[in-house]
């Protein structure tokens, strides 16, 4: 992408964890802070429908148990997602990707989606499903989501479906030939740890063409040394201390 149209400061999962990550609400009160482009995680029901939530299991973000991905979307819609964090969020469900495209089609904001299949066995799949629907939901926007993922595997299965919608690299490690995979995949950008950034990735990243992004940077002193380095956004929980200019 030679234009770049996403906004420097991300909101992730939302709200960070001013609310229950991964509902509508948290990503209503990250625009609340201002926020105009968020973070998510996108998996797979067992009956194959998109919808938001970051573990693979239930039981941390749930009233449920059990694997999130094993349960069909029936089942999953009657969770409460919200209680977990506060009483105030009590009956807060499980959003799918289609509630989120709503809201951020609705109000002008943009979105990151990672694939975060629940098991290596369906990466591809998970990919191929994530990006076929947001490739539905995103016609005709002026501004796709951006789709990232840790798994090679997920962000192949986007391309091969939805070429058109550009992708990410998630990088918690310098594994050897991350920048090669990257552009293999046609990636736009690589999406790393904020650690894994100095003078050299970036300079590395950059003369390859791709954009450099950063998670999860809740201190001001990390996020001035990214700006420092050059990069080109940031992945925040703390949508209540960085105003997002």
């Known amino acids: ?12 999962r939302g709200a960070g964890k001013l609310a229950p990550e991964n509902t509508l609400a948290a990503f209503r009160l990250g625009a609340e802070h201002g926020y105009r482009m968020f973070e998510c995680d996108a998996k ?8 938001l939530m970051h573990d693979a299991e239930l039981d941390r973000t749930t009233n449920g148990t059990g694997i999130g991905g094993d349960r069909p ?8 997602a919200g209680s977990w964090h506060s009483r105030a969020w009590a009956g807060e469900p499980l959003p799918t990707l289609e509630n989120l495209a709503r809201l951020c089609l609705g109000n ?12 290596v066995a369906i990466a591809q799949r998970t990919g191929e499903v994530v990006a076929r629907e947001a490739a539905r939901l995103w016609t005709g926007a002026a501004v796709p989501p951006l789709l990232t993922s840790f798994r090679p595997e997920s962000l192949a299965g986007a391309k091969a479906v939805a ?3 550009p992708r990410g690299l998630l990088l918690d490690s310098l594994w050897q030939g991350w920048l090669e995979m990257a552009l293999q995949l046609d990636c736009v950008a690589l999406v790393c740890s ?10 590395q990243a950059k003369s390859a063409g791709l954009r450099c992004l950063s998670y999860t940077v809740n201190d001001e002193w990390a996020a001035q040394r990214l700006w420092d380095l050059g990069t080109d ?5 703390r949508v209540d201390l960085f105003a997002p200019v």
């Open 44 to 51: 797979l029901s067992a009956d194959g429908v998109v919808f």
């Open 163 to 165: 070429p058109q919608l």
């Open 73 to 80: 979307w029936g089942e999953l819609a009657r969770l409460d």
């Open 233 to 237: 956004a940031i992945i925040t929980d």
């Open 1 to 12: 992408m030679k234009h770049w149209p996403y906004p420097r400061w991300v909101a992730h």
């Open 108 to 119: 002008g904001y943009h979105l990151n989606i990672e694939i975060k299949p629940t098991d």
């Open 194 to 203: 904020h650690a894994l950034w100095d003078a050299a990735t970036v300079a």
